[in-house]
Every structure is written in structure tokens, then in C-alpha cells.
């Protein structure tokens, strides 16, 4: 592709994103397709002959938006809502263009050096402790694995050069998380062959979060009993219900027994960057390793995953590897990423970060995640005044878990999934459910730029037209 074709469609794309946005509160949040529906409609071989572009995004509108479930769509409440936004965009972009791979300090001088910096911007935002160092993979499930390698690689029994199957020398070892974790840490655990019975999890109080008696109690049982307790994963921000880990008080009970503390903040350690709600990290000074998400509520694009590192040392003593076709002059001055992880090459994703730190600010990127968390309260507000729904969970942030209640109904689980699933079929709004004290529970999470309190007043009428509909 010449110069003035790569301009002519590059704008003609930029313009078809723009309208996209522009149009995007029309189209329906979930796919309105059923499973088989795109792959009945693309041709089952490989084009033989190269085809114009102009035929490839004109398939775009015809076949793959349709089969699109739209995350950047204001409406979209379920999960964990997020969004890009125009610098991410522009960031990816660039990335795609400079297409780095930042394996060696050498092979990307500035993925490495600006990842270095706005990491550390990001850090200072979230008020972290200056001895933790960043890092940036691709998502929370594979920060926390590396994180819980380098605690792995910290009890010193050799494990990275002898393994861990056959040896009897090997005491169990184990990881402590909350009922409430995400399945991540335990896919981590199976990953790096501690399996399931490496990890226990531990009850949760009436608000969801991690009991901290309970957790010293289980530690000692399991030192009684021959196991090697070695890390605890605390959560600030459960999937379920964004509750908060007393990490304050789960701090001593690791420190006590010398264990890796790993904070999964995936969701709200952004939220740690307005003033007002830094306190969500109260303890997390203490920690050995923390993950956020910028691609969850900080507008850059999927993926961005950041791990915070007290050792870096230990992480690289897990995972460097460097044979002599990757050795440089250089190396003893600089970091290279490969020496941090699975993956050798590593895309330049610290730019598009930049270019959201720099486009929004601190302040703006705080004030944007201040209005999340006051459209949730005053969500909550509506659920708490009406005699038909109940909250189901406090809300600390930007998430909602409620039901609807009416005084006249039995069979609630069916009630509340009927009504999920008819303003879900709606197109107008996304929702998702979760299991609360074995109640099915809806969750309506604000997280998304676009998301305005009409978006919120829309979705609170159509779960209530529901709710008249079924009753
Ligand atoms: C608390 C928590 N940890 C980890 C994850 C996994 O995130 P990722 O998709 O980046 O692996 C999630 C996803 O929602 C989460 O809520």
C-alpha cells in the first residue's frame, strides 16, 4: 500500500470510528446474533487474492459490527464497564504502527525508558510507596501470575531449577485468598503446578471481604499440618461486589509468618487516584505486589495491566533467561523487559498510557471516576427508596449489586434473571448477575466515559418497566 492510499483510507477509517461514536447509544449493548451467525456468513478458505480494502470495511458495518457486543456503548453496565477512549486510540495506533517489540532495552529504547516513567506517574497518582516498581503485561490474570511466581521463587526451595513434582524434600505449598477472589489466582495456582489444594480460600464477613481471624487460624492449621504457606492474595475491589479486603490487619498476620502479600486491585486500584478514595489502599504500603487494570477504569484500551513490585529482583530471578543471541552491552545498566516475565517480545503498550495520562490529567481522570462513583450512589439511592428492590452489597465505588424484592413475590432468582435478561434483549442496556448468600443478584457497574446520569435514569425505567411486566 502506497503512501497517499495508506492517508486517503486511514482517514476514511478515522472517520468511520468517529461516526461509530457518534451513533453508538443507538445501536444495541449485547449482540443481537445467535452462536454460528458470523462464521455461517465468512467464507470458510483463505482469500487466494489480496481484495480491496475498500470491500474489507465495507464487511465491517455488514458483518462484524452486528456481531459486536458494545462495550464503549454508554449503556453497557455489566461486568466491570470500561472504555477507550480517543487517546488510548490514538496510543494503539501508534503502537501498531512503530510495531516494537520491547524485549531488550535495545530493541525499544522508549517502550522500555517511557514505560518506566509512566508507571511511575501512575504510582505516584495512586499514592504508592516508592519502592514499588511497575510493570506492564497484558491483564490481571497474568500479573498475578507472575506475581505469585516471584513469591514462589522467594521461599527458596529451589524450584526453579528442580521443580516441584517428585520431591519429597518439598513441604505443600499454599496461597490464601478470599471466597471472594477471582478465578485468576487460581488458574495462576494451577499454572505454576501448586494445585487446587495449593490454595485455600478463606469465609468472608457480611460485607464480603476477607476474614482476617479466620485467615490467621488457617495459616496455623496448615503449619501444623506440614504445608508451606506462602503468600496471601488480598483483594481491594471482589469481581462480585467490589468489596475491600481489611488488608490493614492482614498485613501482620503475613509478616508474621514471612509471606508474599499480593493486593489484586484489578478493578479499583484506579479509583485509588482520587484523593477521596485512596484510602481503598489503606495497608497496601505494606505489600509486595499490587495489580491494576488502566484498561479497566482508567479509558485506555484493552490490554494494560500494570504489576507493582516490591522484588523486582525476585521476579526476574523467576523468569530471566538469556541466552546468547539476546545479550548486549548494554544490559548490566538498563532493564529489559523479557527479564520480567513468560513473553519474550513485548508490545508497546506504556503509550498509549502516556498519551491518556497526559490527555486527561490526573485531575481529569479522577474527576471522571468521582462522577462513576456518584451516578452509583445515586443508584443506590432510587434501590434503597423503593419498596420493590433491595441492595444487595455496600457500594464503596462504581458498582451496584441489587434485586428487585416486591413484597407480593416468591421464586426471586427467576424474578431477577427474567428482568435481567428482558432489559438485556432490550439492546438499550447491558447488565450482569452474580450469586450473593445464594441470591441471584444483578449488578449494575458505571464505569464507562460515556456514561451520563440519563444513561443511569434509562436503565433504573426499563428494570422497573420489567419488573411491572412480570409480575
Ligand atoms: C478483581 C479482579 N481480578 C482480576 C480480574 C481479571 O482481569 P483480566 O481480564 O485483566 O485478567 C478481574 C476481572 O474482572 C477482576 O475483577
Not at 495462576?188 to 457480611?206: C, N
Not at 545479550?327 to 491518556?356: C, H, N
Not at 455496600?394 to 428482558?422: S, T, Y
Request: charged share 25%; with cysteine; net charge negative.
Amino acid at each position: 500500500m502506497n503512501a497517499e492510499e495508506f492517508r486517503r483510507i486511514g482517514h476514511e477509517l478515522i472517520d468511520w470510528i468517529a461516526d461509530y461514536f457518534e451513533k453508538i447509544d443507538d445501536l444495541p449493548v449485547l449482540a443481537a446474533v445467535e452462536p454460528g451467525d458470523l462464521k455461517a456468513k465468512l467464507p470458510s478458505t483463505p482469500p487466494a487474492q489480496g481484495e480491496p480494502m475498500a470491500d474489507i470495511v465495507a464487511d465491517l458495518d455488514r458483518l462484524i459490527v452486528p456481531a459486536l457486543t458494545h462495550w464503549s456503548h454508554p449503556s453497557f453496565f455489566a461486568y466491570f464497564a470500561t472504555s477507550t477512549s480517543a487517546p488510548g486510540i490514538f496510543g494503539e495506533l501508534l503502537s501498531a504502527a512503530f510495531d516494537n517489540k520491547a524485549m531488550l532495552w535495545r530493541t525499544s529504547p522508549a517502550s522500555t525508558e517511557l514505560e518506566e516513567v509512566v508507571l511511575d506517574w501512575l504510582r505516584q497518582m495512586m499514592g504508592l510507596d516508592p519502592g514499588m516498581q511497575g510493570i506492564i503485561y497484558d491483564t490481571a490474570s497474568v500479573s498475578t501470575l507472575h506475581a505469585l511466581a516471584a513469591a514462589r521463587e522467594g521461599v527458596e526451595q529451589r524450584i526453579r531449577e528442580e521443580g516441584m513434582s517428585g520431591r519429597p524434600d518439598l513441604p505443600l505449598l499454599r496461597v490464601y485468598v478470599s471466597e471472594q477472589s477471582h478465578s485468576s489466582v487460581e488458574k495462576a495456582v494451577i499454572t505454576l503446578g501448586l494445585g487446587q489444594r495449593g490454595m485455600r480460600k478463606i469465609p468472608t464477613d457480611s460485607e464480603f471481604r476477607m476474614n482476617a481471624k479466620a485467615l490467621a487460624e488457617a495459616i496455623n492449621e496448615d503449619k501444623r499440618n506440614g504445608y508451606l504457606p506462602f503468600c496471601i492474595v488480598a483483594t481491594v475491589g471482589t469481581t462480585s461486589t467490589s468489596s475491600i479486603d481489611p488488608v490493614r490487619e492482614i498485613i501482620p498476620i503475613g509478616e508474621e509468618h514471612a509471606m508474599w502479600l499480593h493486593v489484586d486491585a484489578a478493578y479499583a486500584g484506579s479509583a485509588a487516584i482520587v484523593p477521596e478514595f485512596r484510602k481503598i489502599l489503606d495497608g497496601c504500603e505494606r505489600a509486595d505486589s499490587i495489580v491494576t487494570n488502566p484498561h479497566k477504569w482508567l479509558f485506555t484500551p484493552f490490554d494494560l495491566s500494570v504489576l507493582y513490585c516490591r522484588h523486582m529482583d525476585l521476579l526476574k530471578r523467576a523468569f530471566s533467561l538469556v541466552p546468547e543471541y539476546l545479550r548486549t552491552p548494554e544490559e548490566e545498566k538498563v532493564r529489559s523487559g523479557s527479564d520480567y516475565g513468560i513473553q519474550l517480545g513485548r508490545r508497546f503498550r506504556a503509550l498509549k498510557l502516556w498519551m491518556v495520562l497526559r490527555y486527561f490529567g490526573h485531575e481529569g481522570l479522577a474527576a471522571r471516576i468521582r462522577e462513576h462513583c456518584r451516578l452509583a450512589q445515586l443508584f443506590a439511592i432510587w434501590i434503597d427508596e423503593s419498596d420493590d428492590w433491595e441492595i444487595m452489597a455496600p457500594v464503596p465505588l462504581g458498582l451496584v449489586c441489587f434485586r428487585a424484592n416486591p413484597k407480593d413475590r416468591d421464586g426471586l432468582d427467576a424474578l431477577n434473571e427474567a428482568i435481567m435478561h428482558g432489559v438485556n434483549a432490550s439492546g438499550r442496556a447491558l447488565l450482569s448477575h452474580t450469586r450473593l448468600n445464594d441470591k441471584l443478584t444483578l449488578r449494575l457497574s458505571i464505569g464507562n466515559i460515556r456514561t451520563t446520569e440519563q444513561h443511569v435514569r434509562q436503565v433504573w425505567q426499563l428494570l422497573n418497566e420489567q419488573l411491572q411486566l412480570l409480575r
